[in-house]
């Protein structure tokens, strides 16, 4: 209630250390006093540790000190064992409290409460209305516990809690997430609810969603500061008609010469409409008010009091209206509420306890309601426009003095005349809202019913709170002067932005006003201004560091005094805005017993509400609303406290030791046991009055107030530190206020003058705007840091509170861009075109202008005065650093402390020196734009331009230039101007290079200058004036690199700016780049580095550059003339042009990957046309050269179905070739200008063959043979298209069943007139080669080879890390790190360990693309596939399948052999590891699983590579066996599944396995089974499974690895049943075996078997793999041939 929280205070003990003070009562010193006659002397609480927050109650008080302990001292009526009074000079400590750490403290009237550093509350005191929130105990003598939570959570979780204030019945707390909770008693809780009391704390939902920054409590009223919403949530449009009743919110009637809108729209429904309109229901709430029938019925009889004039009842619609629609909120009217306003005593009864349940406690209450409600506002009001005469004609240049004087809600009352004279000129345009003119009428009988005769009114009672001592003299006076226009009222007042207002308001729908043609003519003005002078949400870097000045103040609760300031004596149930605070940037609240008061950013103060006393610190009336407290010019206020009926002020004086000011009830001597509402006793202030003793206290931090009491906290000034930073905040303040005067004093007026656009032209405006527009920024920045600093002062006064030491950038920044903004509109002339308007508006004498631009000289133009003015802020920056300088000399050298402010200081000192250089370099520049008026001047005239230097003076001049040339050099700070007779050329500074000639002939002094496409020379007169063109030059350029806004001192830049740096440049000769313009990296005027060029016709490249030309990976878009799409290529450059790999995205949608050459497609690539269901989709994988198909392709045609082969010359078939169509036609042999032309062979589905010649696709045409399926054949000459008739003229041979040699004969052999294994793809291989560093396959050095390795992988891994799209995983990483450490360590044979080490190496190699043997794997992997899968998945292309993987096989091994010398050829022996044959075994069995028995012995290149090969090309190989092999599958398949459906004894028996083989018993799920003649698959099951393994496996040896175990599980199981060690014998293996592999049910056995057979490394073919395979052969063969009987 009568204290306020500045927020968690930081209990440290380092604090006071840290700045030198001394802990003996120099910090927080607590002094108390009553009043404030001349006598009055604070006494001084002695206590052990510093005070940080008091709080005070009517008649006790609460201490915080450090280390965070509660004392008390003061009457305690709740302590019943205890002494029950304290006095104030020996405290009392809470021992309740003693292991908590307490970190703020609060009191009510009668209660106190205290929130500890983990956000817990505890409260004590009296509970009688639950204000401790805590349930049947109607007092808590000790601090107890009180807990929060939130129900809306489940589990509910307890609420944080920072801040607490307290009532007189209730208490509210301000939680970590800046929402209010509330309990108690009343209706200032502003709950939803009609239960009182509420023991548990409950959220106040009406500011759920808002950032509450702090609250405040009165004794039956609460106050909350707020963040002002973001403006995109205020601007949303306004709705129309009401969410609820779905009624127009807005009515329109039309009256004589005016329109009048009415919004006073009331919802039934329980709606708030809120200020602007919007209407909302509080969620999951139901209103808990008594539903009218429609909106037009009126309120029932009860509402009227007994004793009124009836006459009042036939206006009950104004009424209601007036009480619902107040300010645009609908009072949420409890039916107890109503009873209460209308004073029934019948009523009072509801619930029992009367008293209790209503907000207003006795029937005196109701009745000192209701007179208040009809003195305060009527009575004055009628008193004041009686008092200024019937005939008062508002003048309209007065209308800025009535909007300052009424406000929302309250009503103008005047006589007949009056009011129709204000109702039809301006009527309520102030207040929000106009009241239709019969309803005016309707007021005006209610005014005649109240008061019949209006004269006896005016002096109301000195005693009665509302009345104002004196006769209607003094009134009438006071009045007087407030209708003449306030002249003491200070720039902040609440008229400030009401005529702005006025215009926006007229704008919106919804505005209830009755305005008049001359009101509309005159809002209509048309305004030059589109600046907001307060920048919207603050600097957006400054974030949570500083606080907000956004803000809005709420109030709620009873408001018979005018307390709640929203200019009526109305209670509110839920909080509503205080709407003409909005803009006043309110930084603290304090609320008294029953006034208000609002501290701003500004340092004034806003009161409202009781003035009993005069405790709101002026007399002006009405006192519903906020107004200013009345204090002499310059005094700045920086705290307040508010007690029951006075208020205790902070200022700064003259000077910066901070003063106090009293103002309300004189606490006399005598009268001080006198009962409290003999009033006599006391006397008023009519204004606030300063305390003399004050002077005494030391540096006070902060006041409170409470009771009849005044508390001070102060700190001794022991090392300077306390003073020094108590000048800091006050400079700050002063320099705020004087910031904020300027704005509203100068810029707004001139920013609203309307010569303003013609004085100053479209651009001048412009920049005047900007100036605006950063001035503002400046001002709020400067506030907020104020209002910081103040904070700081209340609570933690030490150096690491400086923001401007840990976020000094915000400063710098905002001031260096402001000075820009200055320097612009000064260089551009706008100082000059301002002073015309500025001499219409202030006049010839500006002694305004004068005073604030702090100039002393007589005749000063008024265009230097304004530069002036302007230029002012900068000097605030020394002022920073002296402070700052002068709180370092408080610390120890050494400290922390001191280097911090030492470097803050150097910082301001360093920036105010550059802004000092900027001023004056924006005035040498604006002397030379106006000596050298001209055309080619105007055009190089620009606002951020600063002249350096020029030649004028002859000083430089061009070389070899002609006699009469005229060459004029200007340097600017952004271009080198080289000006001629009638031309001049600009350079960028950014992309120009400056060097000296160092000439053995010492008469010339030359620089040589180069930029992107010109050099030259230039020639100075002597060595000193070539040293100062090339510094400054080389300044400048360095300066424009670096962002000009640089604050560094010229005397730390380096001597030259870099040779390499970014830019952008656009070029105007060049030929190949001409308009192109290029952003990137430059070398000595050559792009060079990553950059982007974009041509004026759409083309745009984007990459890397060297020496000015493409060179690397680069992105390059190409816009294609006809197609409205583009070309795109993304891939490797080299001077200039595409070379290397790459992608080409072509218009027409087809895409080629491969290799590039000279801007051209050289190399192996695919392409790819049309999409599957264009027009004609085809694929062509293979070489090329020079743009064109040349050398070995595979091309397939998915519209004919066909797939080619075969060799190419210039984009056509040429040379021998395979083709394969989806029909299964095969053909392989010659071909010529894109046809079959010569000697082919052409075989159909069913194996019909044509031997001879061809002359077009499928067209025979000569000599052949044509052999038939069953074996007969043709001999002759052929004409005609297959299938579609042939022409024969030859022989019929029909060879005989038994001339076996001859058929022999007659089958065609495949793959002769194929093209060579060894032939294909070599452009593959090449590329691989290259990537190496060899000219050809073997030709190069092995040292190179890993050095180009090393490269492309570093490389390749930088590219994936610069672009996280394509980022790669962790063990990819590591595979990578792996690969870049070489294995090639020591020369000499390849030993077992070495070898295992290279196949290592390979195998991670061939697995990562990013090396060039992975690279070449995946190339292999993707033509292998292009080849043979869908078209080309035919069984008469096994063979060329199988032959094509040998050769890779061995083109990859002569690959290895380059890159491992030592490794023996193919076939080669490897000596054994050592003759011990324990070692010999160790060394095989690591690997036994990927290679046959004894890999150490021969390498081959199937060993070595066909494991890293194979399993990516199994999926096509393995198509074609299946597809070669599939007769003979279905006739082994089908003998398989027939014998399997034999139990197991019966097959063993037909496959003639000895009995002594058979197993007795088997293991079934882990228990030994007998095996019966039903058993199934049960025998040799372990066996079974590991055979189907085969399946599993991809190459040749993990396949016979399979089988051998196989053959190891069979043995076993034999042995466990035999119990003796046997040998096989062929015989007795062969149809175990044979059981075995019918058991295993292997689909494709014969596929696997051939696959075996020809990929098998050679050497282990007749080693015991060997025997196994042939083994399982003849079980293959075995099974085909089965005859079951």
Known sequence: MHQHCHGQISVMESQRKSSGEDSSGERGSLHTWKGYSCSVTPERVLLSRPVLQAALGMRHGVLLVEGGQVYSFGEFRWKQSQVSEVGPLKPVLESALSGQCVVAVAAGSFHSGAVTEDGGVHMWGENSFGQCGLSSLTVVPNPTPVAIMDPDTSPPHTIRVLELTCGEQHSLALSAQHEVWAWGSGCQLGLVTTIFPVWKPQKVEHLAGRHVLQVACGAFHSLALVRCLPPQEARRPLPDKCGQCNQLLYT????????????????????????????????????????????SEPLSSHTSAPGLHPSITDHTDYERRRTVAQNGEILTTRDSDMRDAAGTDSDRTVGGAGSQNSPYPDDQAVKEYLKKLSDTSLAEETAKMTIAGASFQPPAENLDLLTSDLLPGVIPVTTSSALNSLVSSCASAVAERVVSTCEALSLKKRINCYYPGVGGVAGAPGGV??????????????????????????????REEEAEGLSRRLSLPGLLSQVSPRLLRRASRPRVRVVPLTPVGGLPEAGELLPSLQTEVWSWGRGEEGQLGHGDNLPRLQPLCIKCLSSKEVVLVAAGAHHS???????????????????????????????????????????????AQHTLLLADGDCYQPILYYSGQQVREAAQDAPQDQTEGYSYTQQPVLLPFCMNLGYVSGVFAGGQSCVALADRNVTGFIASLHELAAAERKFYCKLSSVKNHILRPLLDLESLGTALGPASTVLLQSLARCYSRLCHLTGQHSALLT?????????????????????????????????????????????????????????????????????????????????????????YGRLLLKLGTCFEVSSVDYQKLQDGCSKFEALALHLKRR????????????????????????????????????????????????????????????????????????????????????????????????????????????????????????????GAGQSGSGAGQRAEPPISRTASYTFYKDSRLKEATYEGRWLAGKPNGRGMVKWLDGRIYTGTFK???????????????????????????????????????????????????????????????????SSSPSVFIGQWVHDKKTGYGVFDDITRGEKYMGMWQDDQRQGTGVIVTQFGLYYEGAFNNNKMQGTGVLLSEDNTTYEGEFSEDWTLNGKGVLTMANGDYFEGTFTGEWGSGL????????????????????????????????????????????????????????????????????????????????????????????????????????????????????????????HPLGRLMETLVAVYRMTYVGVGANRRLLLQAVNEIMSYLARIFQLARFLFPDLPEEGGVIPEPSSDPQDKKDSNCADTQLESPKPGRVVSSSSLLLPVLLPRLYPPLFTLYALEKEREDDVYWECVLRLNKQPDMALLAFLGVQHKFWPVSVPVLGERTEVVSSTKDACFASATETLQQISTTFTPSDKLQVIQLTFEEITKEVVSSLENSFLWSMDDLFPVFLYVVLRARIRNLGSEVSLIEDLMDPCVQHGEHGIMFTTLKACYYQIQHEKTT
């Open 252 to 295: 329109m009637t039309d009256k004589e010469d005016h329109v009048i809108i009415s919004d006073s729209h009331y919802c039934p429904l329980g709606v708030e409409l809120l200020a602007d309109g919007e209407a909302r229901l509080e969620p999951g709430r139901s209103p808990p008010l008594r539903l009218q029938s429609s909106p």
């Open 465 to 494: 709170p509302g009345g104002f001592p004196g006769g209607p003299a003094e009134e009438r006076v006071r009045l007087e002067e407030s209708m003449q226009g306030k002249k003491s009222c200070s720039t902040g007042d609440i």
């Open 597 to 643: 008061l609002a501290l701003t950013a500004q340092s004034q103060v806003f009161s409202w509400g009781s003035n009993s006393s005069g405790q709101l610190g002026h007399m002006a009336c009405p006192t519903t609303i906020p107004r200013l407290a009345k204090l002499s010019e310059g005094i700045r206020v920086w705290d307040v406290g508010a007690g």
């Open 791 to 879: 904070a700081n002062l209340r609570r933690r006064r030490e150096v690491k509170s400086l923001v401007m030491l840990e976020h000094a950038s915000i400063f710098l920044d905002t001031y260096n861009e402001y000075c820009c903004s200055v320097g612009n509109f000064l260089v551009m002339g706008g100082f000059q075109a301002l002073a015309k308007p500025s001499l219409d508006f202030f006049g010839k004498c500006p002694e305004l202008l004068q005073r604030l631009a702090e100039s002393s000289e007589e005749n000063i133009p008024l265009s230097d005065l304004l530069v002036a003015l302007f230029y002012l802020p900068t000097r605030h920056l020394h002022e």
């Open 919 to 1042: 001023r004056k370099e924006a005035e040498y520049t604006y002397h030379f734009w106006k000596s050298f008026p001209g055309k080619m001047t105007d055009s190089l005239r620009k606002p951020p331009r600063r002249l350096i230097c020029e030649s004028s003076n002859k000083a430089l001049t061009l070389q070899n230039s002609g006699r009469f040339s005229v060459n004029w050099f200007i340097l600017f700070n952004d271009a080198l101007v080289h000006a001629q007779f009638s031309t001049h050329h600009v350079f960028p500074l950014a992309t120009l290079w400056v060097e000296p000639i160092t000439e053995e002939n010492t008469d010339l002094y030359g620089l040589k200058v180069i930029s992107p496409e010109e050099t030259f020379t230039l020639l100075a007169c002597s060595s000193m004036e070539k040293a100062k063109w090339l510094r400054s030059i080389n300044q400048a350029v360095d300066q424009a690199m670096s």
């Open 1107 to 1173: 020496n000015g030309l493409e060179d690397g990976f680069g992105d390059y878009v190409m816009p294609s003339k006809t197609l409205n799409l583009n070309d795109h290529y993304q891939g490797h450059w080299k001077e200039g042009k595409m070379h290397g790999i790459g992608t080409y995205k072509y218009a027409t949608g087809e895409l080629y990957e491969g290799s590039f050459q000279d801007n051209m497609r050289h190399g192996h690539g695919m392409l790819r046309s049309g999409t599957l269901n």
């Open 1287 to 1410: 022409k024969v003229s030859g022989s019929f041979f029909k060879p005989n069943l038994y001339d076996s040699d001859g058929d022999k004969g007659r089958a065609v052999k495949l793959g002769r007139l194929a093209v060579h294994p060894e032939e294909k793809w070599r452009a593959v291989f090449e590329e691989c080669w290259m990537r190496l560093g060899c000219e050809a396959p073997g030709q190069g050095e092995n040292q190179r080879a890993w050095e180009n390795i090393s490269v492309a992988l570093t490389t390749s891994r930088r590219q994936h890390r610069d672009c996280p799209e394509m980022n790669l995983s962790q063990s990819h990483n590591i595979t990578l790190e792996s690969l870049e450490f070489n294995p090639q360590q020591h020369v000499g044979p390849v030993t077992m360990e070495k070898y295992d080490r290279i196949r290592h190496y390979l195998i991670k190699a061939c697995d990562t693309p990013l």
